[in-house]
């Protein structure tokens, strides 16, 4: 019920914008955040947005990536800038639907509903 997109290669120092949709017949989530999860590597928290508009971001991104929410479309993106190799992973758009804020239980990789995931992938 969540789809990922705008996944792709991209050299250091790029940008890339990735969007998340929610869709369903009885019930449409909207994405809370983004984690990631490189090759070899546990899954770990990108960042997030609250209920509110609140956002938060893990400090390997912080200044470098935005998260950003169209309620109306129920659709949730990731704008990064300036990418580094490290950032090389498969991208999942989640939802945490029983935390006060959408965002608490992402940071512990959990969540309600998971996306698929699209691949970033960035080259030197």
């Known amino acids: 019920q969540l789809a990922e997109s705008g996944g792709g290669v991209v050299q250091s120092g790029g940008s890339l914008t990735l969007s998340c949709a929610g869709s369903?017949?009885?019930?449409?989530?909207?994405?809370t955040g983004w984690l990631r999860q490189a090759p070899m590597k546990e899954r770990e928290f990108v960042a997030g947005?609250?209920?509110?508009?609140?956002?938060y971001y893990a400090d390997s991104v912080k200044g470098r990536f935005t998260i950003s929410r169209d309620n109306a479309k129920n659709a949730l993106f990731l704008h990064m800038n300036n990418l580094e190799p490290e950032d090389t992973a498969l991208y999942y758009c989640?939802?945490?639907?029983?935390?006060?804020?959408?965002?608490?239980?992402?940071?512990?990789?959990?969540?309600?509903?998971w996306g698929q995931g699209t691949q970033v992938t960035v080259s030197s």
């Open positions: 989640a939802t945490d639907l029983q935390s006060w804020n959408g965002v608490e239980r992402l940071r512990m990789g959990q969540a309600d509903y």
């Open positions: 369903g017949s009885a019930f449409r989530p909207i994405g």
């Open positions: 947005i609250s209920w509110s508009g609140g956002t």
